[in-house]
């Protein structure tokens, strides 16, 4: 490689270097986030008198604890709207990225404290430092590569990678350390490995020069709008006012309904759908609004898939703790072993899967994102037909064989791949980079909204069985990925070629930071 290229210029196996600061950046966030994630109900629900080696819990029951990691799971991503905004009117993503790093030490730094004002406060940084971080660094992946580059795609499953290394060794690490030294060494270990990550980051910027700065908008820029402004012209706006008009109503019967809560959620969710129809009615060309609209719509798809998706962690991992059998060789499996099939398992297909769709799309077969995400729900939900096996032989048996799961756990993981870091990729190639980051926030807090339905329908398992409920998801999910794929072709027209001629690119002399608009400037 020519020594004349800037280091951010530089390329490691066919990728920017850049791409690889930011996965082992984001691995390091990952491994603590679901490192501290693992301990937080057991923590929560430990007594109170601190009777074995990892000392003293909160002693919780059962009930509150998983109120709380349900709120605290939604958070973490509903906050990557406020994000991402700050990223894209006020700092820029590279900074937003370095400030939620910060206040992620920070957050898990104070957990190491026994008292539970630290523990709410904790919980709070790293709600705060997680909604900073993760939708800044995952749009500033997209910002290593240009329009039209295919490699683009494959990076995104490259960074997946690193968040599920991280995720794995997190889950396997940080239960050994709490077996030894407790708890608070748990939170502690967390936040030195997110410390890790701090300084990986700052290290590796000179990689990054091009990608996440800020650029302040230009005085006489006409198109340049603050949100302020654009929630001022909801007023003379009267289909958005009406809209956003009744989503308060349905606000204030869920406050009165659900608690205060969920009441002050359907408000803020009121804001940023109101946000999102007067950003709709601003864009500026046609292209841009049909783009924008096509992304929301695949958003749906987001909703579903996590939907479903996050049983594993509530109604899957139930079944497997009470109803399989986990013998393997006259060893019993501890359940949350099976936790890590999912990482494992993105470990192993990540890259096999994008250079399958690469490949199909090279090759001029259908490869859209569109595309991708109903064939990754569909196989998913397929995934959910192991369960529905399971379950008739516990009916049958007593007990169900774990192969079902470690099927399901497959079929989700190889669904995961053709949704999830497409849809980061997605998002990179469709919006105005001036919303980039704002549309990745509400990318996540769907994800998030997606795991609140899974806690919801999970719990339904209680009156229906289990039965019906893996069958149930099983239906609707196919369902709703066919009809995206009969929809394909209207909702491909309005991406407006985002993704036709896609082809491998290296970065030359140009500089290479350019996201979905870079043709559509005027
Ligand atoms: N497991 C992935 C991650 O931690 C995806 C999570 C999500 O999109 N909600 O990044």
């Not at 402004?229 to 006012?241: A, E, N, P, R, V």
């Not at 940023?272 to 841009?288: C, G, P, R, S, W």
Request: aromatic share 14%; net charge neutral.
């Amino acid at each position: 490689m020519s020594t004349t290229l800037k280091p951010h210029q530089r390329e490691l196996w066919g990728q920017p270097i850049g791409l690889y600061i930011l996965f082992l950046t984001e691995m390091w966030e990952r491994f603590s986030y679901y490192g501290m994630r693992a301990l937080l109900v057991l923590y929560m629900t430990a007594s109170t008198l601190g009777t074995d080696d990892r000392g003293a819990g909160l002693g919780w029951t059962n009930q509150e604890a998983l109120a709380l990691y349900g709120w605290y799971t939604m958070l973490v991503y509903v906050m990557s709207i406020p994000g991402g905004m700050i990223a894209d009117k006020l700092i820029g993503q590279k900074k937003a990225v370095l400030l939620g790093a910060i206040v992620l030490c920070l957050g898990h730094g104070v957990l190491v404290l026994t008292d539970i004002w630290a523990f709410y406060t904790g919980l709070g940084l790293v709600i705060l430092g997680v909604g900073l971080l993760k939708p800044n660094i995952s749009t500033m992946v997209g910002g290593l590569y240009r329009e039209g580059d295919i490699r683009r795609d494959k990076g995104f499953s490259i960074f997946y990678i690193g968040i599920n290394l991280g995720s794995l060794l997190a889950t396997i690490i940080v239960g050994l350390v709490v077996a030894e030294w407790g708890w608070h060494a748990g939170f502690g270990l967390a936040g030195v490995v997110m410390l890790l990550g701090l300084v990986n980051y700052l290290a590796g910027q000179k990689y990054l020069t091009q990608v996440g700065n800020f650029e302040p908008p230009k005085a006489d820029d006409v198109n340049e709008i603050s949100y302020g402004k654009l929630y001022g012209k909801l007023f003379t706006s009267s289909t958005q006012l009406v809209i956003t008009g009744l989503l308060l109503l349905v606000s204030a019967f869920g406050w009165y309904k659900l608690g205060w809560g969920y009441g002050l959620l359907f408000v803020f969710l009121t804001a940023v759908i109101a946000l999102l129809m007067m950003i709709y009615k601003e864009l500026n060309t046609q292209v841009y609004k049909d783009r924008f609209m096509v992304l929301l719509l695949s958003f749906i798809m987001v909703i579903v898939f996590w939907g479903a998706f996050e049983q594993a962690g509530g109604l899957m991992n139930l079944y497997t703790e009470s109803k399989v059998d986990r013998v393997l060789f006259g060893w019993e499996i501890p359940t949350v072993m099976f936790q890590s099939l999912n990482a494992g398992f993105i470990i192993i297909f990540a890259t096999l899967v994008a250079s399958v769709w690469a490949k199909r799309k090279l090759k001029g077969k259908e490869g859209s994102s569109i595309f991708k995400m109903a064939v990754g729900i569909i196989i998913m939900g397929f995934g959910f037909l192991f369960m529905v096996f399971a379950a008739m032989e516990f009916e049958r048996s007593g007990t169900s064989s774990m192969i079902w799961l470690v099927l399901a756990y497959l079929f989700h993981t190889i669904g995961e791949l053709c949704l999830s870091p497409v849809a980061l990729s997605f998002i990179t190639k469709l919006t105005p980079v001036k919303y980039a980051s704002l549309m990745m926030g509400v990318y996540f807090a769907a994800t998030g909204l997606g795991s609140k339905v899974a806690g919801i329908v999970g719990e339904a398992a209680s009156d229906f069985g289990e039965y019906t409920i893996f069958l149930g998801i099983l239906i609707f999910t196919v369902i709703i990925g066919t009809l995206f794929i009969m929809l394909l072709k209207p909702l491909k027209r309005l991406t407006h070629g985002a993704e036709d001629n896609e082809r491998e690119m290296h970065i030359n002399e140009t500089e290479g930071f350019e996201l979905a608009d870079a043709d559509l400037n005027n």
